[in-house]
């Protein structure tokens, strides 16, 4: 057979083969995720030096228990030109725990909680290691706003500082007043004499 045939078969061969591989892999369905992990914000607004909960949840899909599960949180700072990893320890976060086992169709509920040390845009997800699997098991991440502290004004606190002393003073100056004046009072109940020196 002349080579250029050949060739040409060969070729026509390998597309094929390209073709019937790539249909068969559109056509093989994707192995489902072994868990599912979610984390759920706390309601409500937050500021610093609250303490919120995250609520964190991590399910097993497959048919087979799941064994020696690390579970533990990640946080990030979010303010625009500022992304950063932050350092749980200064935020005083719980650590991440082990999951001996978790059976089929069950579901592991846990609040992370924090204390808010920082002002500022964040973003938190949770994180699953399963020894089963190749890459980590992250949740979706959960972005929350912390914000800072009301403070007093100046111009509040100012008359609250000078008008307490002066309370305190106008108040001790009437004790003052009130028993000088008692002390200036003639006494009603002394004791009268007549002119013979005998009381009346």
């Not at 609520?55 to 799941?66: D, F, I, M, R, Y």
């Not at 935020?91 to 592991?108: E, F, I, M, Y």
């Not at 100012?158 to 003073?169: H, K, M, N, R, T």
Request: charged fraction near 15%; charge should be positive; aromatic fraction near 8%.
């Amino acid at each position: 057979m002349n080579p250029k045939i050949w060739h040409n078969l060969w070729l026509v061969l390998a597309a094929l083969a390209l073709v019937l591989g790539l249909g068969a892999a559109l056509a093989w369905p994707a192995e489902p995720p072994a868990l599912r992990v979610t984390l759920q914000p706390p309601v409500g607004p937050l500021k610093m030096g609250d303490t919120p909960n995250f609520l964190g949840a991590v399910t097993n899909l497959s048919p087979q228990p799941a064994q020696g599960l690390v579970v533990y949180l990640s946080l990030v700072s979010l303010a625009p030109g500022h992304e950063h990893p932050v350092d749980l320890e200064d935020w005083s976060a719980q650590k991440a725990v082990r999951l001996d086992r978790l059976n089929p169709g069950a579901t592991d509920f846990r609040n992370w909680g924090m204390r808010l040390i920082q002002a500022g845009k964040y973003g938190v997800a949770l994180t699953v290691v399963d020894p089963r699997e190749n890459r980590p098991i992250v949740s979706d991440l959960v972005p929350f706003e912390v914000q800072s502290k009301v403070t007093l004004l100046s111009s509040r606190v100012l008359p609250v500082a000078l008008g307490e002393p002066l309370l305190i003073l106008i108040f001790f100056a009437g004790l003052r007043f009130f028993y000088a004046g008692r002390k200036c009072r003639p006494n009603h109940n002394d004791e009268r004499l007549d002119s013979n020196g005998g009381h009346i």
